[in-house]
């Protein structure tokens, strides 16, 4: 197993790159929750699993931060949903 990343720009790159997969992978889901203002609901599983990985490969005083949380919300909502239609804008 790889050592557990340390840095926190070193972490922030990897949480972000986690995230891209996310969007990748669950094109449909992402749109439909953002058009539904369900996104977090529907991707739920998706978004813990991805967690999951990413506090297995950080320290615990990174893991600890919110990290993961901004590049879900930086990914999925800031970049990939700013073209989608949704309720809330």
Known sequence: M???IEKA???RQFARAIASDLAMYNEA???QGI????????????IEEGRTHFQ???????ASTNLYDRA????????????IKSKIW
Do not use: C, H, W, Y
């Open 2 to 4: 790889p050592p557990l």
């Open 9 to 11: 720009e070193r972490a």
């Open 29 to 31: 889901k992402l749109a």
């Open 35 to 46: 058009q539904d203002d369900t996104l977090f609901d529907l991707m739920k599983g998706e």
């Open 56 to 62: 297995s490969r950080v320290t615990p005083e990174i």
């Open 72 to 83: 879900v919300v930086d990914i999925l909502l800031k970049q990939r949903g700013q073209n």
